[in-house]
């Protein structure tokens, strides 16, 4: 199991209503909520958020394709929106996507680009089984337990561990829950253990290279 995100998006609110502040590997985006809804209308709300992605996704899965073929497409417009319906007691989401073309476009090209934007990776995404998985965590100080090598020690603390299963599905050869001394820091190198701590999502990971803590207590 490897995670799409090298690292996760990560989402933070304070008490200001109801400013988010979503951070992605080059820059933050500020999410928010109309006023008619509480908020400052200061950036995009979560469905406008969804129904972006579906259109971008579309957008330049269609370019590369376009671009692949060498058909003279100068420009594309994607608008996507969506509505809710309660059928069988059972809440229904109808996403819309338009496709529209600035140029005249022959109908066998308008066809093919329709399939490619049905198979585009959001819209994949959207129409299989989704799964929402949530943990909760919670910082603070707690026991640890050291695993070491000559090289590095990987520090645990078991009451923030909220099992994520990250670790050890994602690097078995050091993590595995199913014996005692469950970290063997000589399972992979110490830069590959640095990385896969980094993704502990609870903070119940710590990773430091053994010379580097000597030298911080010299
Ligand atoms: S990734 Fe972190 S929270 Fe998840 S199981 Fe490993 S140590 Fe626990």
């Known amino acids: 199991m490897k995670y799409k995100m090298e690292k996760p998006i990560q989402g933070s609110i304070g008490t200001a209503k109801y400013q988010c502040h979503i951070e992605w590997r080059n820059g933050t985006i500020i999410s928010d909520e109309p006023v008619s809804s509480g908020g400052q209308d200061t950036g995009p709300d979560p469905f406008t958020l969804l129904l972006s992605s579906l259109a971008s996704c579309t957008l330049i899965t269609l370019r590369m394709y376009i671009d692949r ?32 073309f600035t140029t005249p476009v022959p109908d066998e090209q308008k066809q093919r ?4 934007a049905k198979a585009c990776p959001v819209s994949k995404i ?77 903070g119940a990971l710590e990773f430091y290279y053994n010379k580097d803590k000597k030298t911080n207590h010299e």
């Open 126 to 202: 959207l129409e299989a089984d989704i799964k929402v998985r949530t943990f909760v965590f919670r910082d603070g100080d707690s026991k640890q337990v050291k695993y070491a090598n000559e090289e590095a020690t990987v520090l645990w603390k078991p009451e923030l561990c909220q099992h994520s299963t990250r670790c050890w599905t994602q690097l078995p050869l050091v993590f595995n829950p199913r014996i005692k001394k469950w970290i063997n820091p000589d399972g992979a190198p110490a830069d590959r253990i640095d990385q896969q701590v980094k993704v502990c999502p609870s």
């Open 113 to 116: 680009l329709q399939e490619i």
């Open 69 to 100: 073929k060498g058909w003279d497409i100068p420009s594309i417009i994607v608008n996507t929106n969506l509505y809710q319906e309660t059928k069988d007691e059972k809440l229904v989401t109808i996403m819309d996507r338009d496709i529209l």
